[in-house]
């Protein structure tokens, strides 16, 4: 993967996310309850509760091979169809669902090229996906394109002024530390991370923001406290993660420049 992001090439990068998928069916195909979740569990939560009375067809956009999210939203009148880039990875939402009793609609298809229908959903989510796609406003433009006038969608993608990060580079710099921004990012297969603002204007012409919500952190007291403090503005920005409920901006879409 490092050598896939060093290259920086989209299709050696969606070539590699392929293989991953791949190796974890390998790895957990004997095993799914123990597939990995590969997003936080603390972002859980917050995404399904902006889900909150949105029923009918949802689409979980990035499932990854443990589809915590989409299992916990299945039924209230609820059909949830699971998609991911590569075949191994969806095989193994499926299977890891099965196992909690969910039956869920597994599609293999690519976020930037969504393979349904306009207006075909009437809301989704779409978590720690976002900073992975080679032309992230592709990405949006299409979640808007599948969504129905009226649906609402939950996006989720880390911060990278999350108090937590600050600390850590408050630190490097205390030690006379200067590293790339990339060194800080979640995960090292991130191609980019978002502010609050810049993650509200790469959604901004395609979707409309009614509603925030922050992410914390688990563990000893000062994770909470931190989690207490981020929760509402201002300090929200620099929450662990940017989540916003969004619905269609407008029923004709622009097609955004790559």
């Not at 207006?119 to 978590?127: E, K, S, V, W």
């Not at 993608?157 to 630190?171: D, E, I, Q, W, Y």
């Not at 940017?242 to 901006?249: D, T, W, Y």
Request: hydrophobic share 45%; net charge positive; aromatic share 6%.
């Amino acid at each position: 993967m490092a050598e896939a992001f060093a290259d920086g090439g989209e299709r050696r990068i969606k070539r590699t996310y392929v293989q991953l998928g791949e190796l974890l069916e390998q790895a957990y195909g004997d095993d799914v309850a123990a597939a990995p979740l590969l997003s936080l569990p603390e972002t859980v939560p917050v995404v399904t509760r902006l889900l909150d009375g949105i029923g009918g067809l949802l689409l979980d956009a990035g499932c990854g091979p443990n589809p915590e999210a989409a299992i916990s939203l299945t039924g209230q009148n609820r059909r949830l169809v699971i998609l991911d880039i590569a075949v191994g990875t969806v095989r193994l939402a499926r299977a890891r669902a099965a196992a909690n009793g969910v039956d869920l609609l597994g599609v293999v298809g690519d976020v930037e090229a969504l393979p349904f229908k306009a207006d075909a959903f009437a809301g989704g989510l779409c978590d720690d996906t976002i900073e992975h796609l080679p032309h992230d406003a592709l990405g949006v433009r299409e979640l808007s394109r599948v969504l129905a006038v009226g649906g609402v969608m939950a996006l989720a993608t880390p911060n990278r002024r999350a108090l937590s990060v600050l600390v850590r580079r408050s630190r490097d710099l205390l030690r006379g530390r200067r590293l790339e921004p990339r060194h800080y990012y979640a995960a090292g297969s991130h191609l980019r991370e978002y502010t609050w603002p810049e993650f509200e204007r790469l959604v901004e012409p395609w979707m409309h923001v009614r509603g925030r919500a922050a992410v914390g952190w688990a563990g000893g007291w000062h994770q909470r406290l931190a989690t207490v403090a981020t929760a509402r503005p201002p300090l929200r920005r620099f929450s662990r993660m940017v989540v916003l409920a969004v619905e269609r901006a407008h029923p004709q879409d622009p097609k955004p420049a790559v």
